[in-house]
């Protein structure tokens, strides 16, 4: 059996003296692709800072494939929303997506640009590679920095509502590329689009201080209103298994 790419055991986080996550126990196998979902404040974006190791857990442990979020970096691949990032930085395309290359010596790998022409080939932005990063539209830097996120081939990729305001043809192609990594890599995905990914998920992950796991079928149509509540008849574990 392979080692679970996420394992969360008793996981409590407070910001000062106010609980964020209480309580959380999560498996993901590898592969697995997951949704997120869950209200504004309920702690999504502070579990996925969690679990890339820029915050420690008050109590509970972490294990990415084995090994604490720290020592297992270079395995994962992050994609923020193109609107929390400083567009006015001065930088080409191509230049921001070796920036994917998560190295302390500075050096890149032989292979690296040839990687990120790969990348901006596939995700239709090889005519602005030489173009500012500060220049493009929003569905072109959200691309960019999917780009990013996969130039050196993570294990584990985690999205932060990648497809909020951006084009319908930036959204499908995004889209796209994600179902074709379907048991390939493992997916966390942030979204409150459920009914663009509802098909494709593993599984759907309630983040409301604490986690509540659902298979597809069982997230109710509130969901998409942003009205969380417990499923009528819930999963008989909290943990997300691969299919």
């Known amino acids: 059996m ?7 055991s008793s996981l409590f986080f407070s910001y000062e003296a106010r609980p964020i996550l209480q309580d959380i ?11 997120i979902i869950g209200p504004n404040g309920g702690g999504k974006t502070t579990l996925l800072k969690l679990i890339m190791g820029l915050l420690q857990p008050d109590s509970g442990s972490i294990q990415l494939f084995g090994n604490p979020p720290i020592q297992a970096r270079a395995r994962i691949g992050y994609v923020p929303q193109a609107i929390h990032v400083d567009r006015d930085f001065p930088i080409t395309v191509f230049d921001l997506v ?6 302390n010596t500075f050096k ?4 690296a640009k040839d990687a990120a022409l790969y990348w901006l080939e596939e995700l239709g932005l090889i ?3 030489s173009k500012a990063f500060a220049s493009l539209s929003g569905g072109l830097a959200q691309r960019a920095l999917l780009a990013r996120a996969l ?9 932060d509502e990648p497809t909020a305001n951006i084009d319908p043809h930036s959204r499908m192609q995004i889209l796209s590329k994600l179902e074709s990594f379907q048991a390939k890599k493992t997916l966390l ?3 409150h689009d459920l009914k663009t990914i509802i098909e494709q998920v593993t599984r759907i992950l309630c983040i409301q201080t604490q986690a509540t796991s659902y298979l597809p079928n069982e997230v109710c149509e509130h969901f998409a209103l942003g009205l969380y509540h417990t499923p ?3 999963s008989p574990t909290p943990k997300v298994p691969c299919p």
């Not at 392979?2 to 969360?8: C, N």
């Not at 070796?98 to 190295?103: A, E, N, P, R, S």
């Not at 890149?108 to 292979?111: N, S």
């Not at 130039?151 to 999205?159: G, N, Q, R």
């Open 108 to 111: 890149l790998p032989p292979h």
């Open 151 to 159: 130039v050196a081939d993570p294990s584990l990729l985690i999205l």
């Open 2 to 8: 392979k080692t679970p790419a996420i394992q969360i």
């Open 189 to 191: 995905l942030v979204t």
């Open 98 to 103: 070796l920036l994917g290359y998560q190295t």
């Open 232 to 234: 009528l008849i819930p």
């Open 127 to 129: 005519a602005y590679k």
């Open 25 to 35: 126990h999560i498996a993901i196998e590898q592969g697995a692709f997951i949704g």
